[in-house]
């Protein structure tokens, strides 16, 4: 039987995935996962979709030809720009399709866990433009040092509660999403913001993201006259972003794909988010996957200077991907990811978000073969992170000194 990289129809990757979830959520969850595939291929879900992705999110997102780091790495770079959809990363693509699955089901109430920010304020935005309530759960720590982020939503009319159990961090706000869910069940609808959860979640969401793929094909067939290419680069939180650029290339054995995960101070160091470098199986927030965790399984917490990479679990799809050896992942630590913020900066006029700045770092640690086609996605803008490359300019060697 030949392996398969997406779900299976009880949530499972190989190992992993899964709906370990409280028995008062089991109509919920059941509710989805029945639902969600017929609203999906459903031809009236496909116009609402692709038109909003059109005129809302401003896609297609560009496939930009990067001259000058091309030149550097002797390959043919291309740079998928997720940082130019409407409100800044790829996270929209996802919280628009997820919004008309809710109205579909005939909720009222949507709910969402943020950790940077950024999902809360894809969440907080497409509820403005359907008109429905919205609340977000924050960790404390998380809304004190993404105070922009936290005044976006609630202009945006979301409201954002801080949450005080734990590190005060993503994985706390996601438990407390789960708990508000298990209070309100039949008139809430979980935006979910990566790869992650009980099945469907990671099924749906690699779903909404796969229009990243979907794009490359036939933008690199336009510029290469080739629907695929070498290599494909991602960084890796949740997984959200790498599945979409990776979705339907995954069966494809002629597509290398590399990750970037972020190592923080070193995988050995104590202090990183290294998931699938450090972590074991185990279960977290209704999926088994691999999760970084103390001997008698306390979950430990996540460090990296990438707030949208801080979380100490990865989808099912990729432990399954890494552990069958379909991804090759790499840790790129803070500095090496500052480095290459800079540098593609520099080089292309390009600030990104210091998640998409770990896939940028990525490029110095794989071997390619001469002029290889490789895409990457840069998943956000680096608006957001000014201030954290310019506290840790002296990392970014040349660049850093003006
Ligand atoms: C949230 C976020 C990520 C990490 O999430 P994934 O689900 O792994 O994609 C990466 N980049 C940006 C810009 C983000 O906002």
Known sequence: MKDSFFADENGFYGDFGGA?????????VEDLRRAYLPI???DEFKAEYRALLRDYVGRPSPLYHARRMSDKYGIKLYLKREDLNHTGAHKINNTVGQILLARKMGKSRIIAETGAGQHGVATATVCALMGMECEVFMGKTDVERQHTNVERMRMLGAKVHPVTTGNMTLSDACSEAIRDWCCHPS??????GSTMGPHPYPDIVARMQSIISEEIKWQLQEKEGRDYPDCL???IGGGSNAAGTVYHYVDDSRVRIVLAEAGGSGIDSGRTAATIHRGEPGILHGSKMLVMQTSDGQIEEAFTISAGLDYPGVGPMHCNMAAKGRSEVYAVNDDEAVLAGYELTRMEGIIPAIESAHAVAALGKVTFGPGDVVVLTVSGRGDKDVETYLANKDMA????KF
């Open 40 to 42: 999906m291929e459903s």
């Open 20 to 28: 370990y979830i409280p028995e008062i959520l089991y109509k919920c």
């Open 233 to 235: 680069v991602a960084c």
């Open 397 to 400: 060697g040349e660049y850093g």
């Open 187 to 192: 008139d809430t609808f979980y935006i979910v």
